[in-house]
């Protein structure tokens, strides 16, 4: 997987305040950590990693910051803070790496192929959206591909039954459910019991004639007098 390089500044105010008037400019807080090695509070450009996490490896992106235009840290951004109205990055956090050892990172699973069991009335149902798994930087793919196209209707694909690309691991019990054909539930509305009338039909009553040809009651009078005065 292909590296891009990320400018980042470190910085020295921390806070809300100082926070928001980073964001007006167009650079957004972040934290530089892992190794062992010190934490680093820094600032990258908002709107360009923005394109970076976009992308087809959206965060799974190796990342290089290049702090102060001079020390280079090969990172991934995790913890990803958005504004839930807008949307707009608020802040993020990178884990320093290397490329000789594994990460974990979550992959999002893709179903491909047309499942013969759709041609009964079978629906192909994903159980599965996201797997997590383990790889050197340079192994993790940017997607998993579920073929379904040898599925017949109440067919199952299980973790056992894809591949892996090579160098990639993943924990997950041999049984655990991927994908399957399966006819779709219908709900039926449960019919009227005996003497129930339906809503609308017979016993409406008709608007305007409630009350007609009643004999005005004591109240009525005395509001009637009452707006004489």
Not at 219 to 229: I, K, M, N, R
């Amino acid at each position: 997987m292909p590296d891009v390089t990320l400018t980042a500044e470190k910085r020295t105010q921390r806070g809300s305040r100082p926070s928001g008037r980073l964001r007006r400019e167009g650079l957004l807080p972040a934290v530089v950590y892992g190794l062992d090695e010190d934490s680093l509070v820094v600032t990258v450009p908002a709107r360009e990693l923005g394109h970076i996490l976009s992308g087809d490896s959206g965060a799974n992106t190796l990342i290089t910051l290049a702090v102060d235009g001079e020390e280079e840290q090969l990172t991934l951004a995790r913890q990803i803070q958005r504004d839930p109205v807008r949307g707009d990055l608020v802040h993020v956090d990178f884990v320093r790496i290397r490329r000789d050892v594994a990460v974990e990172a979550e992959i999002p699973v893709h179903v491909v192929g047309e499942a013969p069991g759709t041609k009964e009335g079978g629906i192909v149902e994903q159980l599965l959206f996201n797997l997590t798994i383990s790889a050197k930087p340079a192994d993790i793919p940017n997607e998993i591909e579920i073929d379904v196209s040898g599925l017949e209707l109440n067919d199952q694909l299980r973790f056992t039954d894809i591949a892996l690309p090579p160098g990639v691991t993943a924990e997950y019990e041999d049984d655990e459910l991927l994908v399957q054909v399966i006819i779709p539930r219908v709900v039926e509305e449960p019919e009227p019991e005996e003497g129930e009338e339906i809503e609308g039909e017979e016993g409406e009553e008709i608007e305007g004639e409630e009350g007609e040809g009643e004999e005005p009651t004591e109240a009525s009078d005395a509001e009637s007098d009452d707006a004489g005065d």
